[in-house]
């Protein structure tokens, strides 16, 4: 299975709202990296999340020195893969900054797919409370994000756990938000793990590591427990969407 760390940048927040225990922040800021998966996997180009794009002034929601320009595409272009090249784009969840790189906005300000070909994959869930502006942490959300895919039909909503194409599956982790997933390749007996923010960093693989953004932190632990034992005990490749540093880990 052929893949690669994608990484769009990296932003900082405010430390007391991801707390990491077992690093020193020496700064009321801490540095966030904003990473995603590139996949070759039968016969499909696959992307997992899609970053911040750059469609808004993430400064007026706390995201304190934000890297500019995003590097989502430029990092594809790389791996000489053009947006159009892409197959499938399966979303942890809609939150910004996992589902912004999904639509870009034109010099003239309108809105444009990034991947004009792809079939976008998300929790119906986590689509329902996008869309609903009353939803209480609907701050989180940019329904620019997903309103083109939803009229060209390339937005496809899951309702569960669900094998995508062979090999890729999805499966419904609650917790960080309502319909958020997590994404697993397997191909010849190896694993890639993608918790999203299930796991957000490494330093949160553990049962007691919450951040002000988890809405149902019971939840959340709960689901993690399950996973994280199935990582460590097949030893997946983890790779982490917050880490600053873009690397495999596995967890033992």
Known sequence: MEYHIINDGWIKIPADDFPVKSVGIKSDRLFLGLNQLFIRLAGKNVLIDTGLGNKRDYTKLGLMDYQLP?????????????????DIVALTHLHYDHSGGCTHRLEDGSLAKTFTNALYYVQEKELEIALDQNYEHSIDYDRDDVRLLIDSGQLITVNGDQEII?????????????????????E???????PGDLIP????????????????????IKHRSKWLDLAKKNMWECVFCHGVNSTIDVLR
Not at 70 to 86: A, G
Not at 188 to 194: G, Y
Not at 201 to 220: F, P, R
């Open 201 to 220: 960093v490494k330093e949160h693989a553990n049962l007691s590591e919450t951040t002000k953004y988890d809405y149902d932190k019971d939840e959340l």
């Open 166 to 186: 062979p090999g890729l599956s999805v499966y419904h982790t609650p917790g960080h938000c309502p319909g958020h997933q997590i994404v697993i390749a397997t």
């Open 70 to 86: 995003r590097m989502l595409i430029q990092q594809l272009n790389k791996l000489d893969v053009k947006p159009e090249n892409i």
């Open 188 to 194: 010849n007996k190896e694993t890639v793990f993608f």
